[in-house]
């Protein structure tokens, strides 16, 4: 009902919010081109809370569909956006997207230190969906090069860091500490946490806890489970 020409922002603000929707339903091609509709809407030059975020949301994307270089040009660009603008959020938004990105490509000092200050930005934001964000990140980074009973520290901390109301964002959270623990050898610790989910996931949730539960199951040997 928001007419673009008319108000842009609004329109640009309301698609980037349907972007991100459709992306946690496992709808990737679509949310980009929702995304990228909005960016469109907003000038390039004005600082602006609305484009950095955007920027913020394209470049997550780009780590998330394997563009890893696309990915840090991208988070750059909106790091600069979101510091003009100065909104911590985003910026803490940013660095998630840098820092996984950075470490995924082999600079891993890097790529922590920029998780720990999107923790810290997050924290003082009170933006718990990032902050949760930054703590998988970094237990992601921490399992994928072997610092596995650190990662899973990371994992429980992002966890009792969360609020159980904020429901998607502890789900995930609960996921990243059974899929640590699994990989720390605790598999009770894992499968504890696959059972005290609150609800029936969808999309991407859906499909994190079957692949989940799926490895969980390899591993204890129950072949027709998994």
């Known amino acids: 009902e928001v007419d673009p020409e008319e108000d842009p922002p609004r329109h640009a603000q309301l698609l980037g919010r349907l972007a991100r929707i459709q992306w946690s339903f496992n709808r990737g091609v679509e949310s980009v081109e929702t995304a990228r509709r909005a960016l469109a809407l907003l000038p390039e030059g004005e600082a602006g809370s609305e484009r950095a ?9 780009h780590f998330l569909r ?12 909106a790091l600069s956006e979101a510091v003009a603008a100065a909104d911590p959020a985003i910026e803490g938004e940013a660095r998630n997207t840098l820092g996984i990105a950075q470490a995924a490509l082999g600079d891993v000092q890097a790529g ?3 998780l720990r200050q999107a923790m810290e930005l997050a924290r003082t934001a009170g933006d718990l969906e990032d902050l949760g964000i930054a703590y998988t990140n970094l237990a992601d980074i921490l399992l994928l090069t072997g610092r596995t009973r650190e990662a899973l520290t990371v994992a429980q ?5 969360l609020p159980r109301q904020l429901l998607r964002s502890y789900e995930w959270q609960q996921l990243t500490v059974a899929q640590a623990a699994y990989e720390a050898g605790d598999w009770s610790l894992a499968e504890s946490q696959l059972h005290a989910t609150h609800e029936l996931p969808d999309g991407v949730l859906l499909i994190f806890r079957l692949l989940t539960e799926a490895e969980i199951a390899i591993g204890q040997g129950d072949e027709d489970r998994a």
């Open 53 to 61: 975020r955007l920027m913020s949301w394209l470049a997550r994307t």
């Open 66 to 77: 394997g563009h890893l270089r696309e990915a840090i040009e991208g988070g750059q660009a």
């Open 112 to 114: 922590c230190a920029q």
């Open 157 to 161: 901390e992002g966890l009792d860091a």
